[in-house]
């Protein structure tokens, strides 16, 4: 158990709907990174956020956004879906700004139909 | 963007044999890390280089950090059935934030 917390762990919805993932990091971890994983692009960095600050970006899409809450969760809001959007989403913590030795959830399954 | 060139895509090799992969970019990289995913899983990290020729082990796995900087491979001796998954190579580029850029992966299948 790597000690972060993705939820739901699978979640299936129509195109141009929106939807929330959530990720809990490990105690003590402020950096939260997101990643997509499609079986053709591997692990995509979308987007990090250090103590509630975004910090760096990726590949995000703007139809994509995300927060850092005080007490450190984050959420990914993806909306107006498309079916190209459809993957598995990480979450990843770490205890610093600049992380390496990243430990991460065991994913959000999105589905979209 | 930078990229990671991870080869083999997949590998399916006979319990106990030996296996090697590697991952290569033309950019230069100041750390190197290997990641697995198991079916159903989030990426674990098991070896992390930080030095150009570093070789560094963890059990059956060996892992070395080139000399150039812009590749790294990882050996995995004795294969067995819980070795089966998804390898990734990581690193962090000299100079930027320091976010991880993964490959694309290599899986792996063990025929018992």
């Known amino acids: 158990d790597s000690g972060v917390t993705q939820t739901p762990k699978h979640l299936i919805t129509a195109t141009g709907q929106r939807v929330t993932l959530r990720c809990s990091p490990r105690?003590?971890?402020?950096?939260v990174y997101w990643y997509q994983q499609s079986l053709d692009q591997g692990l995509q960095f979308l987007i990090q956020?250090?103590?509630?600050?975004?910090?760096a970006k990726g590949n995000i899409l703007e139809r994509f956004s995300a927060q850092q809450f005080p007490d450190l969760h984050s959420e990914l809001n993806l909306s107006s879906l498309e079916l190209g959007d459809s993957a598995l989403y990480f979450c990843a913590s770490g205890p610093h700004g600049r992380d390496e030795k990243l430990f991460f959830g065991s994913g959000t399954q999105l589905s979209v139909l | 963007g930078q990229q990671l060139n991870q080869s083999p895509q997949s590998m399916f090799i006979q319990e106990g044999e030996d296996v090697s992969m590697n991952c290569t970019s033309s950019?230069?990289?100041?750390?190197w890390l290997w990641y697995k995913q198991d079916p159903g899983e989030g990426p674990v990290l098991l070896i992390a280089l930080y030095k150009a020729g570093e070789l560094t082990s963890n059990g059956r796995l060996t892992a070395q950090f080139g000399i150039t900087r812009k590749d790294s491979f990882l050996n995995i001796s004795a294969s067995i059935p819980s070795d089966v998954g998804i390898y990734f190579c990581?690193?962090?580029?000299?100079?930027?934030?320091?976010?991880?850029?993964f490959g694309k992966g290599t899986k792996l299948s063990v025929k018992p």
């Open positions: 956020y250090y103590n509630g600050e975004e910090r």
């Open positions: 105690s003590g971890d402020l950096s």
């Open positions: 990581a690193g962090v580029l000299g100079g930027s934030q320091g976010n991880l850029i």
């Open positions: 950019s230069i990289f100041n750390t």
